[in-house]
Structures are given as structure tokens and as C-alpha cells.
């Protein structure tokens, strides 16, 4: 998450960016990890006039044709490669891509049909993310409605926190709201208890909740 919401991008610096080195080589003077993320820079630095999703696509899939690929950093493959797709985004920090599935990570085929699962599989992430995005408005309005009757600042600053999060603890709640661990339990409640919102663990301890849209 946090790569992908702030700070400079890979293609200033792949090491600074995953903010790791080589696990197996943690006490060596040379860092193979940066070197073999020099490899891979150096290969991406070569497409610098394809588009930034066609960059990010080819730079995905040569990530483990430079090494990168030895410690299961599949994950962090995709994440650098979301975040250079937004690179020229005007304002967008990434792209999604994994909510479209898994068909726009997939190896295999020529690089023009790899290049089409991945517009594909952005294109299916995006409206997933908008159609999302829909329901927690509609939510945030709904819920607005349902805790007109309740005082104080705890029901709408943890409304904006449930909003603003897929998941939300009882600890984590009162973090965000500033509000005591009494009146967040209590307005948890009373929001399960009207529907909108649905514990997500089934757990006595550690619960977690989420919106029910």
C-alpha cells in the first residue's frame, strides 16, 4: 500500500522504491539485488517512448527474465508495474490492475497478446473500481440518513473512516476518530445492528467490519 500511494517511483530507483535488498544477501558489500534491478531499469529505460501502460506491461513480464523473479517477487512485479502505468496519469498515483482478475498477469503468448490481457484486464479493473466506488457513495448517503438520531462527532468521523478503509477494527477505528474505545464499540454496534455494516471475522477478538452495501 505503500508504495503504491506515495513516494518516488520505481523508474527513479528500484531499490528505493521496494526499499529492500537481496534477502540472501543481506551483509555483502555488492548488493546483487540492485544489480539485477539495474538490468531490469536499464531494459525498461530502453521502451522509454512506448506509452506508460504499454511500459509497464513489458516491464512486468521481463521482470523475472532479469532476475528478479527469485525470492516469489511476482507481487512486487505487479505493484512497480502499476505504478508506472499511472506514471503520465495526471494525477492518478496507479493503476489497478488486480481487480480485473488474474488473465492481465498471465505469461505466456506473444508480446501483443500479453499487451492485450493486460488493456484488458485494466480496463476490467477500472470498472470494477468505479462500480465500487459507486456503492460506497451510495453507502456514505444511505448510512448519513440511518445516523441522523445520533449525537456527537463519533458517527460521522467513523462513517468517513469506513468510507475511506475496506476494513475496520475497533482499535483502529478509535485511532482514526480520536473518539474513546467506549463510543466506537457502541456506534459499531448500533451500525451492525442496522445494517450497515457486516462483521467480518465471525471472531470474539480482533473483529474486523466492513460497509454492507
Known amino acids: 500500500m505503500r508504495r503504491l500511494t ?20 543481506l551483509d555483502d558489500e555488492v548488493e546483487p539485488f540492485a544489480d539485477r534491478a539495474s538490468d531490469w531499469l536499464d531494459l525498461v529505460a530502453q521502451a522509454a517512448d512506448l506509452h506508460p501502460i504499454a511500459r509497464a506491461c513489458m516491464g512486468f513480464h521481463l521482470w523475472s527474465l532479469a532476475g528478479l523473479g527469485q525470492h516469489g517477487e511476482q507481487m512486487e512485479a505487479a505493484v512497480t508495474a502499476t505504478r508506472i502505468a499511472a506514471s503520465e496519469g495526471r494525477g492518478a498515483i496507479f493503476a489497478p490492475l488486480a481487480m480485473g482478475g488474474a488473465g492481465g498477469l498471465r505469461a505466456g503468448g506473444s508480446p501483443t497478446d500479453r499487451l492485450a490481457r493486460w488493456l484488458d484486464g485494466m480496463e476490467t479493473a477500472c470498472l470494477t473500481a468505479m462500480r465500487h466506488l459507486d456503492d460506497i457513495e451510495a453507502w456514505a448517503a444511505r448510512a448519513e440518513a440511518a445516523m441522523v438520531p445520533l449525537s456527537g462527532k463519533t458517527p460521522p468521523a ?11 477494527s475497533a482499535p483502529m477505528a478509535e485511532a482514526l ?3 474513546s474505545r467506549t463510543a466506537v464499540q457502541r456506534n459499531l454496534a448500533w451500525m451492525e445492528a442496522s445494517g450497515l455494516i457486516r462483521e467480518m471475522t465471525g471472531q470474539g477478538r480482533y473483529r474486523m467490519w466492513r460497509v454492507a452495501n
Open 177 to 179: 476518530t480520536g473518539a
Open 6 to 25: 506515495g513516494g518516488p517511483g520505481p523508474e527513479m530507483g528500484l531499490s528505493a522504491f521496494l526499499d529492500r535488498r537481496d534477502p540472501k544477501n
Open 158 to 168: 467513523l462513517r468517513a473512516a469506513l468510507t475511506e478503509w475496506p476494513l475496520v
